[in-house]
């Protein structure tokens, strides 16, 4: 399927339309795995950030308790996370990521590099280095979430 380029200048329209061929495929790329877009977003979030108590958890992925706990039973079933008590606070539960979790999360980035160079392969890398520094520039100021670069290990 093609775009065709001759009625806009627009970015937006072909912005939208690139982040949803990225999305769709990714999403496909993660599926084999068991994983939704949401749980790469929680595993990503403990990578970057460490453990962390599951009301800082539900803050840093913008969830209410209810949603946190469906996402933790999720991701705890399958051994990706682990909850244990606060060595300060009893009362409170740490959420960690765990090796599977890593590993996992390892996965699910190379398979969306995988879809991002074949979406971009018709970029030359100087090219792809300019869109990035491009949309780096324009989201400035905005969270992202993911700091490591998935080639990089």
């Given at each position: 399927?093609?775009?065709?380029h001759t009625c806009s200048r627009?970015?937006?329209?072909?912005?939208?339309?690139?982040?949803?061929?990225?999305?769709?495929?990714?999403?496909?790329?993660?599926?084999h795995m068991g994983l939704r877009p949401?749980?790469?977003?929680?595993?990503?979030v403990l990578r970057d950030h460490g453990a962390m108590s599951q009301q800082a958890y539900a803050a840093a992925l913008e969830l209410d308790r209810t949603n946190l706990v469906g996402l933790l039973n999720e991701l705890e079933s399958r051994g990706l996370v682990a909850r244990r008590r606060s060595p300060e606070d009893r009362r409170r539960h740490?959420?960690?990521?765990t090796d599977e979790g890593a590993r996992t999360l390892r996965e699910a980035e190379r398979a969306f590099v995988d879809v991002e160079d074949e979406l971009l392969s018709?970029?030359?890398?100087?090219?792809?280095?300019?869109?990035?520094?491009?949309?780096?520039?324009?989201?400035?100021?905005h969270t992202v979430l993911c700091t490591e670069d998935p080639r990089a290990g």
């Amino acid at each position: 399927m093609t775009v065709e380029h001759t009625c806009s200048r627009a970015a937006g329209p072909l912005l939208d339309h690139l982040a949803r061929l990225l999305r769709t495929r990714a999403e496909a790329s993660i599926a084999h795995m068991g994983l939704r877009p949401r749980h790469v977003v929680a595993l990503t979030v403990l990578r970057d950030h460490g453990a962390m108590s599951q009301q800082a958890y539900a803050a840093a992925l913008e969830l209410d308790r209810t949603n946190l706990v469906g996402l933790l039973n999720e991701l705890e079933s399958r051994g990706l996370v682990a909850r244990r008590r606060s060595p300060e606070d009893r009362r409170r539960h740490l959420v960690e990521l765990t090796d599977e979790g890593a590993r996992t999360l390892r996965e699910a980035e190379r398979a969306f590099v995988d879809v991002e160079d074949e979406l971009l392969s018709p970029l030359d890398g100087e090219q792809r280095n300019a869109l990035v520094s491009l949309l780096q520039q324009v989201t400035a100021g905005h969270t992202v979430l993911c700091t490591e670069d998935p080639r990089a290990g």
